[in-house]
């Protein structure tokens, strides 16, 4: 039979541990969500306005944003407009574009894909994803599909 000693040192015990659970989880919660944070669901953007044609008389090329993401577009000798995911399929990276050479260059590795978004040297085991592209006047519209 427990005395009213031992009764009470395990009341006090349990209400020890649950404090204790309680702090660590309280803790640990906030840690835990920092450290994985809620997917969040990118906003399906299609089209966006990438830029206009005078823009792209200048330097040939430009960086615009696509949705939450990079894109890059550029404007050959022919006068053709190309749009492409930015991001390198290796890890990632924003590509820039590199006129004299024709070619989109990967700061990060080295990597280089043909004005056709092909990926021809150094790491990146894919090419850039194309996007289509629709000129209305001076405006340059890039869109998915
Ligand atoms: S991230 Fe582009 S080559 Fe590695």
């Not at 803790?27 to 823009?55: D, H, M």
């Amino acid at each position: 039979m427990a005395t009213s000693n031992e009764s009470r040192r395990g009341f006090l015990k349990g209400l020890l541990a649950t404090a204790s659970a309680g702090l660590v989880a309280m803790i640990a919660y906030p840690v835990l969500r920092f450290i994985s944070p809620p997917s969040v669901p990118e906003a399906a953007t299609s089209q966006v306005l990438a830029g206009t044609v005078q823009e792209l008389e200048g330097s040939g090329w430009k960086i615009f944003a696509f949705g939450s993401a990079p894109g890059i577009l550029i404007r050959l000798d022919s006068g053709e407009y190309k749009a492409f995911s930015a991001l390198c399929t290796h890890l990632d990276c924003t590509v820039q574009y590199r006129p004299e050479e024709r070619r989109f260059w990967c700061p990060c590795h080295n990597g280089f894909f043909d004005f056709n978004g092909i990926n021809v040297a150094g790491p990146p085991p894919k090419p850039l994803t194309a996007f289509v592209v629709n000129v209305q006047d001076n405006d340059i519209f890039v869109s998915r599909s």
